[in-house]
């Protein structure tokens, strides 16, 4: 019997509202180390996802780096 999505999927859902600022989303993404963040709407539907990519280009620079910095590290151990 092979794995399922629920096998291996992070448990507790990390997320941020479509309206949320660049910044804040970084937050987010540094404070629970992680690469990207689904974005939900009012209705609780997911309308799009988050990457440190995104990050990069939206956010300041020092911002940025900061976010990479929290998951490169927390992804290398």
Do not use: F, Y
């Not at 997320?15 to 987010?28: F, L, P, R, V």
């Not at 209705?43 to 995104?54: A, Q």
Request: some cysteine; charged content about 20%.
């Amino acid at each position: 019997m092979g794995l399922t999505a629920r096998d291996v999927m992070t448990k507790g859902i990390i997320w941020c509202s479509a309206g949320c600022s660049a910044k804040d989303a970084a937050h987010i993404m540094e404070t629970n180390q992680v690469w990207r963040l689904p974005a939900i709407d009012e209705h609780k539907r997911m309308v799009g996802t988050l990457s440190l990519g995104d990050i990069s280009h939206a956010a300041s620079q020092r911002t940025a780096a900061e976010v990479m910095r929290a998951v490169s590290t927390h992804h290398s151990r």
